[in-house]
């Protein structure tokens, strides 16, 4: 009789954002020893602020706590992978992996937002990611997510910190945790 070994959780990535064409949907990674699972998060807020929060690199709204890894170990794997508005991608099925830079484009409604980064002597730099991966035999799909940090994150690291280099740490870190995992042939 074999024992199969356990799925060690590994990481949480707090929260990133995935764009869809109704409706931003804010998700956090739990990163396991063999997959990766988006966990759907409550909504906290409308349409309007996660796509303003996609440009512009962090939450407008600061009041929401982010989970720990400790607040989902008493969640079976399973049961995460069970629901459908979570995404689950193994890893021996990721192909590609990309940190990208986007840049602002500026909007006319953008006009506060471009007048603080102005004041600030700042630019307000997006990272996201592309991971490519097989679904199915024939079948590859991609999942773009932006590196969108909690108020919780963001502000105390601001208080020392650039805005810049906070939303590079954040992106950073969830690349390192990725690299560990995922099989060595992906390149990010």
């Known amino acids: 009789m074999t024992s199969m070994v356990p799925e060690r959780r590994l990481a949480l990535i707090h929260r990133v954002i995935v764009p869809d064409q109704e409706h931003p949907k804010e998700y956090a990674i739990l990163v396991t020893d063999r ?20 440009n512009y690199g962090t939450a ?45 484009k500026p909007r006319k409604y953008d006009f506060f937002v471009r007048l603080t980064m102005r004041m600030q002597r700042e630019e307000f730099q997006v990272y996201d990611f592309e991971m490519n991966y097989r679904e ?24 020392t910190q650039t805005r810049e280099t906070v939303l590079r740490e954040y992106a950073t870190d969830a690349l390192e945790i990725f690299q560990k995992v995922l099989p060595a042939k992906i390149a990010a």
Not at 41 to 51: A, H, P, V
Not at 151 to 157: D, H, L, Q
């Open 35 to 54: 997959r990766s699972i988006f966990i759907r998060q409550k909504e906290t807020r409308g349409d309007f602020w996660l796509r303003r929060e996609i």
């Open 136 to 159: 199915s035999r024939n079948s590859e799909t991609m999942i773009k997510f932006y590196m969108v940090p909690l108020g919780a994150y963001f502000k105390p690291r601001r208080q």
């Open 60 to 104: 407008l709204i600061t009041d929401v706590v982010p989970k720990t890894l400790e607040d989902y170990e008493q969640t079976s794997v399973e049961s995460l992978t069970a629901d459908s508005t979570n995404i689950m991608v193994p890893h021996e099925a990721v192909i590609s992996l990309a940190m990208k830079k986007e840049k602002q």
